[in-house]
């Protein structure tokens, strides 16, 4: 059974900086892509960054380039290292997992087989 576990949300002011942790459990894709997502109140789910498995490529939102960055540590654990933040990058940060990389884009939420449970990030300016 797979699971996904967030940790590492915390209060920040702006300009400060987070690193999020999702472990994942029972994850054995090798051709799977891992991603993080976030929603803040009143919006809809939005991806922000993903990584696959075989090559270690990343996408990004415009809205976080250059200013987070994915890691991959397989099969075990994904980072995002948050830096340079701003109030409107408060949210809750979820990650996700698809098997393989077809089904949508990276960015399409509908193409994630499991998440987690979230991670509340807040930004204070």
């Known amino acids: 059974q797979v699971r996904l576990v967030e940790s590492g949300g915390d209060s920040v002011e702006t300009g400060g900086s987070l690193r999020l942790r999702c472990a994942l459990h029972?994850?054995?894709?090798?051709?799977?892509?891992m991603a993080w997502f976030r929603q803040a109140p009143g919006k809809e789910r939005e991806a922000i960054a993903s990584v696959y498995s075989m090559d270690g490529s990343t996408n990004y939102a415009d809205s976080v380039k250059g200013r987070f960055t994915i890691s991959l540590d397989y099969p075990l654990n994904v980072y995002l290292d948050m830096n340079d933040l701003k109030p409107e990058d408060t949210a809750i940060y979820y990650c996700?997992?698809?098997?393989?990389?077809?089904?949508?884009?990276?960015?399409?939420?509908?193409?994630?087989?499991?998440w987690g449970q979230g991670t509340q990030v807040t930004v204070s300016s």
């Open positions: 029972g994850y054995s894709f090798v051709r799977g892509i």
């Open positions: 996700a997992a698809r098997r393989t990389p077809y089904g949508g884009g990276w960015d399409a939420a509908g193409g994630y087989n499991y």
